[in-house]
Each structure stands twice: as C-alpha cells, then as structure tokens.
Antibody
Framework: EVQLVQSGAEVKKPGESLRISCKGS????????ISWVRQMPGKGLEWMGR????????NYSPSFQGHVTISADKSISTAYLQWSSLKASDTAMYYC???????????WGQGTMVTVSS | SSELTQDPAVSVALGQTVRITCQGD??????ASWYQQKPGQAPVLVIY???NRPSGIPDRFSGSSSGNTASLTITGAQAEDEADYYC????????????FGGGTKLTVL
C-alpha cells in the first residue's frame, strides 16, 4: 500500500525550533516530489513548497520562502519540514502530499498538528 | 490571497446536480485538480487532468474547463458529499509553483 505517514502532534513555545517528518512507503520514494501543505484552523489549503527526494532540489511558495526549510533523506524515504524559530501564527495542520501528476496530489499524509503557544 | 477563486459556500438539494467553480488566469494553460475534505480528515483527490477520477471516486463526480474557469460537477448529490472542496493548479507566474483555491463549503440539503 502506498502511504505517507507523518510524525505526531507537537506543542511548542514561540521561538523554539521544530522538525516534522513524512515517511513514504509502498513506492519508489525518489520517483515522486513531496509537497507540504498548510491548513490553519478553520482555513483553506496553502501550498508551501516541494522537494525532489532524488536530489533534494526544492521549490518554495513565495509566501513561505525563508520561513521554513524542506529537506529529505532518501536513505530512509523521509521528507522533513522545519522551522528555526516558531511563531504563534505557525499554529496549523501540516500535510505532506505526493503527486499523481504535477499538481494532482493523490496520496496525503494524515497530517501533523503543530500548536505554538506560550 | 489565492490566485484561484472559489465561491465560499454552495448548497444543493439531495439528489440534485451542483457545479462548483474555480477561476484563475493559470487555468487557461493548466488543468485544475479537485479535492474533497471532510472535517478532521486529509483532503482526497476526486478529479484531475481533463476529467479523470482516481480509483474509488464515484462517477457522479466530473470535471470540465472553459477559458479561465474550471468546474467540478456532482450529478445526483448524496449526503456524504457534504464537505469542503478545493481546486488547485499551477500558479500564473510561470514558476513551477502550486496554488490552491480558497475552498467551497458544500451543503447537501
């Protein structure tokens, strides 16, 4: 079964760092980009950026460039999304997703809820 | 703000047909994909490309496109179709970026 399994919910304080993960299984991890998508509470989906796990080449949405870092370790079929200094406004559900075609995401992780509160 | 525009809310009577639209300049060049999201769940792809349904998606879901507008049509809406629906596509800048519409809340009456 093709699936993406994400790390568990996180509760952090403002200014702290964080890395969440997304592990692919059931397919060739290096054959598909992995995208990250944010969903703030009660709001819509926002594409953050993506990574090609074969060479770690990344594209970022202008809205997220410089605020987060996307990386991958192809040896363990895992992509990461990380923050160096969290803000309360980073509180959201974060999904990783794999595309069937360029922007049609057919495989989604279960989501990782990140709560940033003092 | 999103480069793809959707109506915030649409309603349909049980068993009737409803069309959800998505507008944006990039849709003149790229197809939209459509997602269904129910509360507390990850999005599910329902339509991609010209009018393709992933395995397991009922054939009451269909897609179309004209000019800068993509449409998702549900023919014979069921109670379980009540959900948020999102479109996405490439953005209009020419960069390989993805953009989502703001989403449409579908209510089945």
């Amino acid at each position: 079964e093709v699936q993406l399994v994400q790390s568990g919910a996180e509760v952090k304080k403002p200014g702290e760092s964080l890395r969440i993960s997304c592990k692919g299984s059931g397919y060739s991890f290096t054959s598909y980009w992995i995208s990250w998508v944010r969903q703030m509470p009660g709001k819509g989906l926002e594409w953050m950026g993506r990574i090609d796990p074969s060479d770690s080449y990344t594209n970022y949405s202008p809205s997220f460039q410089g605020h987060v870092t996307i990386s991958a370790d192809k040896s363990i079929s895992t992509a990461y999304l990380q923050w160096s200094s969290l803000k309360a406004s980073d509180t959201a559900m974060y999904y990783c997703a794999r595309p069937l075609t360029e922007h049609a995401f057919d495989i989604w992780g279960q989501g990782t809820m990140v709560t940033v509160s003092s | 703000s999103s480069e793809l525009t959707q109506d915030p809310a649409v309603s349909v009577a049980l068993g009737q047909t409803v069309r959800i639209t998505c507008q944006g300049d990039s849709l003149r060049s790229y197809y939209a994909s459509w997602y269904q999201q129910k509360p507390g769940q990850a999005p599910v792809l329902v339509i991609y490309g010209k009018n393709n349904r992933p395995s397991g998606i009922p054939d009451r879901f269909s897609g179309s496109s004209s000019g800068n507008t993509a449409s998702l049509t549900i023919t014979g809406a069921q109670a379980e179709d009540e959900a948020d629906y999102y479109c996405n596509s490439r953005d209009s800048s020419g960069n390989p970026h993805v953009v989502f519409g703001g989403g449409t809340k579908l209510t089945v009456l």
